[in-house]
C-alpha cells in the first residue's frame, strides 16, 4: 500500500513537471544596462606630468565604442595634427596616438565630450578628460563666465571659448590666422563656459560660433564674442561673452547677365553707397536704371537699348573701393512687364498693400488704378513708389470683414522699355478688430537714451517695432496676429533707429539688447498690460 501510494506521487509530480516545459514565452533578459563604462586604468596615469611619448591607452570595463567624436572632441591648446584615436569600431582600450610635436611646459586636456559610449546600450562616460604636462607640474588655473546672444533670447550651442596669449607675438588680428592657446567648448551648458588648466598670463578671451571648426575667425561664417579688455589669470573674476554677427567687410561679387538686359551685381557688405558705371561705349539713346533685390544683396542694372556685344565692361564703386569688370552678356530676351503683390491674404488695419513688377516700374497713373470695397464702393487711397525696391505702396482705410479689390486698368504702369500693363485685378480683405490681440507695454525706468521696443516671434522673426523717444515709457502695439512673442529692448546709443552689431578689429560691441523674460501669449481681442523696469 505504501509503495502504491509512492509511485502515486512520483506520477503526479512527473506531469507538472511536462506543464511546466510545455509553457511558452519569451526569456528574460534582466534589468536594462543603464551604468557608464568605467575606467580601470590608464597608461600613463590622468594628469601625468614630464609627458614624454606620443601614445596613451586608456582601459575600460567593458566593450566601448566611439560616437560622433570629430564633433564631441576638444583639444587644449589645439593641435595642427589631429591625433589618431581608437577603437574604429569596438574594444575595451581607448588609445591616442599623438601626431604632433607638443609644446615644453604645456599642459594639454584632451576632452572627449560625450563621446565615449558602451558597445551595448550605449550609456555614455560624459565629459571624460584626460591631461597630462610635458613639464613639471599641471597648469590649473580657470577662467570662467556665461555665454550670450546679441541679438536672441538664448546662446548658440557648441560655442568654442578660447584664450589668446597676449605677448610679443600677439596682434590685433591674431583671431584670424592664429589657432588659440587654451580652449574650452559650451556643449555640456550653453549658458556657461570654463576654462581649466590655464598658466598664469594675459589673455584676450574671445567665444566663436566656429562653423568650420578651425579655430580662426571667419566673419562669412561664424559669430564673434570678446571681452573688450585683455584678462589677467588667475582672477575671480566671471566674464561675460555676448556673441554677434559682424556686417562683412564689403566685397563684390562676380556679376552676371541674366538676360540681354538686365545684369545682376551681387556683393558682401554695406551697399548703400554702390554706384556702377558702364565703361563700354554706350549707343545712341542709351539709359539705365539700378534696382535693389527685396531679399538678397543684389543689385539689378537694366539697360536699353540692347547692344549686340559679347561684353560689357563695368567700373563698379563703393566709398573707396574701386572694381573694374567684364561681364559676358546673354542672348536671351529680356523680362516682359508682370505685376504681382508681395502678400496675399488678410490685411492689417494698419498695413499698406504692396505691389511691385518683373521689370523697373517708370510712371504709374493713379486715375487708372481703383480701389473698391465688396460692394463695388470706390475707395480713396495714396499711393508712394520706392524706386530702388521697385515698389508701389498703397494706403487706404479698412473697415472689417471687408473685401477689397485693387485693379490696374490698361496703362496704368508704364515700365523703364516703355511696355505697359494690360488689365489686372488684386484682392485682400480684413478681419475684424477682436482677430487681433493687443499689447501695452511699460517702461518702469526707461533709459535716457531713444529705445527701439521690438515685438518677435518665439524663434526670434521680427515682427513689430516701434521707435521711441528719450525717455517714453508707453509702447502700445496694435492688431497682433494672436501667437507667442517676446518683447526686445534696443538700446539705440547712436539714435540711428536701427540695431547695430559688433565688429571685432574695431573693437566695437554690438549695441545693448535686453529682453522681457516672459514670453507673451497674445490672444485674440485682448488686452495684455506689462510692465518692466530695465535694470
Do not use: H
Not at 502678400?343 to 492689417?348: C, E, N, R, S, V
Amino acid at each position: 500500500m505504501k509503495g502504491k501510494f509512492l509511485y502515486i506521487i512520483f506520477l503526479v509530480l512527473l506531469s507538472l513537471s511536462f506543464v511546466d516545459c510545455a509553457k511558452r514565452g519569451n526569456p528574460d533578459g534582466g534589468a536594462r544596462d543603464t551604468i557608464a563604462p568605467v575606467i580601470l586604468r590608464s597608461v600613463p596615469e590622468n594628469y601625468s606630468t614630464n609627458f614624454k611619448g606620443n601614445e596613451i591607452t586608456i582601459y575600460f570595463d567593458e566593450y566601448i565604442k566611439l560616437k560622433n567624436l570629430q564633433q564631441q572632441l576638444i583639444i587644449s591648446p589645439p593641435l595642427d595634427n589631429q591625433p589618431t584615436i581608437t577603437p574604429f569600431s569596438t574594444s575595451k582600450l581607448l588609445k591616442i596616438l599623438i601626431n604632433d610635436t607638443l609644446k615644453e611646459n604645456t599642459t594639454y586636456s584632451i576632452n572627449f565630450g560625450t563621446s565615449i559610449v558602451d558597445n551595448n546600450e550605449e550609456n555614455s562616460f560624459e565629459f571624460f578628460k584626460y591631461v597630462f604636462s610635458t613639464g613639471s607640474y599641471i597648469d590649473s588655473l580657470k577662467v570662467r563666465g556665461t555665454i550670450s546672444d546679441a541679438l536672441k533670447v538664448k546662446p548658440e550651442e557648441n560655442v568654442t571659448v578660447m584664450l589668446y596669449e597676449v605677448n610679443e607675438n600677439f596682434t590685433d588680428s591674431i583671431v584670424y590666422n592664429s589657432k588659440p592657446l587654451y580652449i574650452a567648448s559650451t556643449q555640456q551648458n550653453p549658458e556657461f563656459f570654463e576654462i581649466e588648466n590655464i598658466r598664469e598670463g594675459t589673455y584676450l578671451l574671445v567665444g566663436l560660433k566656429d562653423n568650420n571648426s578651425n579655430y580662426t575667425f571667419e566673419p562669412q561664417a561664424d559669430k564673434i564674442g570678446y571681452v573688450s579688455e585683455f584678462i589677467k589669470v588667475p582672477s575671480d573674476t566671471t566674464y561675460r561673452i555676448n556673441l554677434f554677427k559682424e556686417i562683412p567687410e564689403y566685397k563684390l561679387a562676380r556679376p552676371s547677365a541674366l538676360n540681354s538686359q538686365r545684369i545682376q551685381f551681387g556683393y558682401e557688405g554695406e551697399g548703400n553707397e554702390i554706384a556702377i558705371e558702364l565703361l563700354s561705349s554706350k549707343p545712341l539713346g542709351f539709359e539705365e536704371t539700378i534696382t535693389k533685390d527685396l531679399k538678397s544683396d543684389s543689385l539689378y542694372y537694366w539697360f536699353q537699348p540692347k547692344m549686340e556685344t559679347d561684353s560689357l565692361q563695368f567700373k563698379v564703386t563703393n566709398t573707396n573701393k574701386v572694381d573694374t569688370l567684364m561681364v559676358r552678356m546673354q542672348k536671351a530676351e529680356r523680362d516682359s512687364l508682370k505685376l504681382s503683390a508681395l502678400k496675399t491674404g488678410a490685411l492689417a488695419f494698419d498695413e499698406q498693400f504692396l505691389v511691385t513688377g518683373t521689370t523697373p516700374i517708370r510712371f504709374f497713373e493713379k486715375s487708372l488704378i481703383e480701389i473698391v470695397d465688396k460692394d463695388t464702393i470706390a475707395v480713396p487711397f495714396e499711393v508712394d513708389f520706392d524706386q530702388r525696391f521697385n515698389l508701389l505702396s498703397f494706403d487706404f482705410e479698412k473697415t472689417e470683414r471687408q473685401l477689397y479689390t485693387i485693379t490696374f486698368f490698361p496703362e496704368a504702369i508704364t515700365d523703364f522699355f516703355g511696355a505697359v500693363n494690360d488689365t489686372i485685378s488684386f484682392k485682400t480683405n480684413t478681419r475684424t478688430p477682436s482677430d487681433y490681440g493687443f499689447l501695452s507695454f511699460n517702461l518702469d525706468e526707461p533709459k535716457s537714451l531713444p529705445l527701439i521696443v521690438q515685438l518677435v516671434s518665439e524663434n526670434g522673426e521680427l515682427r513689430r517695432e516701434l521707435l521711441g523717444v528719450e525717455n517714453q515709457t508707453t509702447f502700445n502695439f496694435e492688431n497682433i496676429v494672436p501667437g507667442n512673442y517676446y518683447v526686445r529692448i534696443v538700446i539705440d546709443e547712436n539714435q540711428n533707429g536701427i540695431w547695430d552689431t559688433g565688429n571685432f578689429l574695431r573693437k566695437l560691441q554690438p549695441e545693448e539688447v535686453i529682453y522681457f523674460p516672459k514670453l507673451l501669449d497674445i490672444r485674440a481681442n485682448w488686452t495684455l498690460n506689462e510692465t518692466f523696469a530695465i535694470e
